[in-house]
């Protein structure tokens, strides 16, 4: 998603990820023909299948970037629900066990979050225009939960890092690093020193973004008891956003703006979501609005509570 950015680039070759960690202490750098070569192949199939939810396949992916990286502390971010690989809680909390305990065997810190996928995170969905929100939520300008969760993975790795001396101090640091305005002023130099055009960063208007919006309005009143994440995620790859083929280019431009909530009441005419997409998509929109309101979002007559944006979190520090 953050290759929504003009220029950006995640395939170092290794001298230039050494090189950067060594001057700036931060990069970002996907599988290459250097870097975990066989999961780059691996997570190609998976993400155009979408059918491997085994925990071993899923540890083994995502730690081999990790031990490749030389990372000596690692925050993971297991999601749990219906946007999720893991539908359900003890799911994810196996997956996330069995990563820390591989952390572990490797005498890495580690730093467990299980967080809800039952609804989508924040209001944007899609490429640009994530990239867009995070732009925003780095301003202090963010939605709540995509905020809340952010500053817990970011506390997590100033704890692990040794930078705070418990999490409250580190929660401490990144509340102060965002406010500051210092978190976006190093993000945009990230992006830079990886060949990005900040000037989308400063004017966000220059994204190339679809210029057709469908609103999506309910039909019926009650209160929001469902979001259907994984089928709202699979609106966006229909439309372009994400790949059906591994040969497939993304279109970063289409997405969705959502605007409700689990919990939240609805009036008949109050609007779900928006999609934005291009003029000759016009008849696929028209089908996935009348997907979305027949089965995507669930209204009910009787009280929802809202649902927790973090389950759990674990620490473990290595022995050695």
Not at 128 to 143: H, R
Not at 301 to 307: C, Q
């Amino acid at each position: 998603k953050i290759e929504a950015i003009p220029g950006f680039k995640t395939s170092l070759t290794l001298e230039q990820f050494q090189n950067a960690l060594d001057d700036f202490n931060f990069v970002m750098i996907g599988q290459t023909p250097e870097l975990a070569p066989a999961d780059k192949k691996l997570y190609a199939l998976r993400d155009v299948t979408a059918t491997v939810e085994s925990i071993p396949l899923i540890t083994g992916s995502i730690m081999s970037k990790k031990l490749a990286e030389g990372a000596n502390g690692l925050v993971f971010d297991i999601k749990c629900g219906s946007g999720a690989f893991m539908k359900n809680f003890e799911d994810a909390k196996k997956l996330g066990q069995s990563l820390m305990n591989t952390a572990g065997r490797f005498q890495k810190n580690s730093y467990m979050v299980i967080s809800n996928m039952d609804q989508p995170l924040g209001q944007a969905i899609g490429n640009a225009n994530e990239i867009i929100e995070s732009l925003e939520t780095l301003q202090g300008k963010g939605p709540e939960d995509l905020t809340q969760l952010s500053l817990e993975l970011a506390a997590a790795m100033v704890l692990i890092a040794g930078k705070a001396t418990d999490k409250a101090q580190a929660d401490e640091k990144v509340r102060e690093a965002l406010d500051s305005g210092a978190a976006y002023q190093i993000f945009k130099e990230f992006i830079r020193r990886q060949g990005g055009d900040i000037r989308y960063l400063e004017d966000t208007s220059l994204f190339d973004l679809a210029k057709v919006d469908t609103v999506v309005s309910s039909k019926s009143a009650g209160t929001i008891c469902a979001i259907d994440s994984q089928s709202i995620g699979n609106h966006i790859v229909s439309l372009g956003g994400g790949r059906k083929i591994s040969s497939d280019s993304i279109d970063h431009s289409v997405g969705i703006t959502l605007h409700c909530k689990i919990g939240d009441q609805i009036a008949i005419g109050d609007k779900f979501l928006t999609i934005h997409h291009h003029a000759d998509q016009k008849e696929l929109a028209v089908a996935i609005n009348d997907e979305i309101i027949a089965t995507n979002i669930v209204l009910t007559k009787d009280p929802v509570e809202k649902v927790p944006l973090i389950f759990e979190t674990e620490c473990q520090w290595s022995s050695h």
